[in-house]
């Protein structure tokens, strides 16, 4: 389990003090693979640097395991980070050393040499099916198979714990759900907790089960990944979780519809036409000015914002009506 216990970080610069984490608490558990989520300048890349203590917070704690990290001294927290490897957006390999080398390099500091070394070194290559790209150096290989000799290189320790700071963010979509694919299926084998931190709404829905929006270096809100989106609460998690309704809703400023936004969670409740059901129950005639799916977990959720013109009346009874059905979740949208 990792605990992060009311978590702040301070800079101090040239024009003052800047706060980049405040007060931020969360629980990761065990063999989870926890999203860290939001928007540029929230604190994610602080945050998940504190958890290692590459940043010394401010006040605060991260308990690891029930061991306090930040009362190790420097030798014991040394040995701690081999437990807690990490990986970049610009994969950090050594240009100089072959694939190999540069998965032993972490095996050579933990005192593994020799044909040991390079037995374990290539059997992490296999895992992440590199192993012909063994003597090949990193100018020779792609993006995503550098990032993949990176995630080799993370695990020769056999670490608990694996922090992903945008490790996906400079690859194409095809090469980062490839990458995707690789991390959970690690996770599922291994058990390691992996922790993504990432702007990407599309990284946390497509393999994480926990996520947590930070925004403005505070958690405005976490939960399971499905509750959340499904259902998010704050403003920053409905930026994150809507960007085209907003701007949809923007485009709907200066008619004369009142806007509700329409959540269906669930393949039923995704499939139902909620809609035409509506109209010719209620009578209340609606335009669809935005929709959207997404696969989240294996279940269908779905969204749309819905332009209801006939004033305060017409509004509360389709926020009634959709009240009726199960997985739905709808509310007016404020653009004051």
């Known amino acids: 389990m990792i605990e992060i216990k009311n978590l702040s970080k301070t800079y101090h610069t040239a024009d003052g003090e800047v706060e980049a984490l405040k007060n931020v608490s969360l629980s990761i558990p065990d063999g989870d693979v926890y999203g860290i989520i939001g928007l540029s300048g929230a604190g994610k890349s602080t945050l998940v640097r504190c958890i290692n203590l590459l940043e010394r917070p401010s006040s605060g704690s991260v308990v690891i395991d029930g061991v306090d990290m930040g009362a190790l001294s ?149 939960g399971e990944v499905s509750e959340v989106f499904s259902h998010p609460r704050s403003a920053a998690a409905k930026r994150l979780v809507y960007p085209e309704g907003d701007a949809a809703a923007e485009l709907m400023r200066d008619t004369d519809e009142r806007i509700i936004r329409v959540v269906f969670n669930g393949n039923q409740a995704a499939s139902t036409p909620l809609i035409a059901h509506m109209a010719v129950e209620r009578g209340i005639e609606a335009n669809i000015a935005y929709a959207s799916t997404r696969t989240i977990d294996g279940r269908e959720y779905g969204s749309m914002l819905l332009g209801i013109r006939g004033g305060e009346a017409a509004v509360r009874n389709a926020l009634d009506y959709m009240a009726q059905h199960d997985n739905i979740h709808a509310e007016e949208v404020d653009l004051t």
């Open 74 to 222: 420097d030798r014991e927290l040394r040995k701690k980070r081999r437990e807690i490897t990490m990986i970049f957006q610009g994969f950090n390999l050594l240009m100089q050393r072959n694939c190999l080398d540069n998965v032993c390099f972490p095996l050579a500091l933990a005192g593994v040499r020799g044909a040991a070394a390079k037995k374990r070194a290539e059997e992490l290559l296999e895992t992440v099916g590199l192993r012909d790209k063994a003597r090949a150096y990193p100018a020779q290989l792609s993006g995503g198979q550098q990032q993949r000799v990176a995630i080799a290189r993370a695990l020769a320790t056999d670490p608990k714990v694996l922090l992903c700071d945008e490790a996906t963010s400079a690859l194409d979509p095809t090469t980062t759900a490839s990458i995707l694919d690789l991390i959970r299926s690690i996770n599922e084998k291994t058990g390691i907790t992996a922790i993504l931190i990432t702007h990407q709404m599309s990284v946390v829905e497509s393999v994480c089960r926990h996520v947590a929006i930070l925004d403005g270096g505070s958690v405005a809100e976490s």
